[in-house]
Nanobody, 123 residues
Framework: QVQLVESGGGLVQAGGSLRLSCTTS????????MGWFRQTPGKAREFVAA????????YYAGSVKGRFTISRDNAKNTVYLQMNTLKPEDTAVYYC????????????????WGQGTQVTVSS
């Protein structure tokens, strides 16, 4: 069982930045592709960004492309989501997730999930 712990959420004004982190004690972290998803009350969880096991390939939802950057440090067992030029519509609980090696945008393909971290963007 891979345990994931997110951190870095908080309250920020529109136009500001936050960096989310997701860490694990899993020794084979580099075997996993990692994804970030988000969810607001009453809406389905949606894909935000994903990165494959090596970091060589990344994928983004159209709504965040050019503003968010996903990266990973396999030596630190950590994946990051740098969020710039935040908008009120980015307000959500952000979840990281893991699956074997190849990144996808499909929520159902991820096997392990963190508990989420709240991001609130004020206008």
């Amino acid at each position: 069982q891979v345990q994931l712990v997110e951190s870095g959420g908080g309250l920020v004004q529109a136009g500001g930045s936050l960096r989310l982190s997701c860490t694990t004690s899993e020794r084979t972290f580099s075997d996993y592709a990692m994804g970030w998803f988000r969810q607001t009350p009453g809406k389905a969880r949606e894909f935000v960004a994903a990165i494959n096991w090596s970091g060589a390939s990344t994928y983004y939802a159209g709504s965040v492309k050019g503003r968010f950057t996903i990266s990973r440090d396999n030596a630190k067992n950590t994946v990051y989501l740098q969020m710039n030029t935040l908008k009120p519509e980015d307000t959500a609980v952000y979840y990281c997730a893991a699956r074997s090696r190849i990144a996808t945008m499909e929520l159902a393909s991820y096997d392990y999930w963190g508990q989420g971290t709240q991001v609130t963007v004020s206008s």
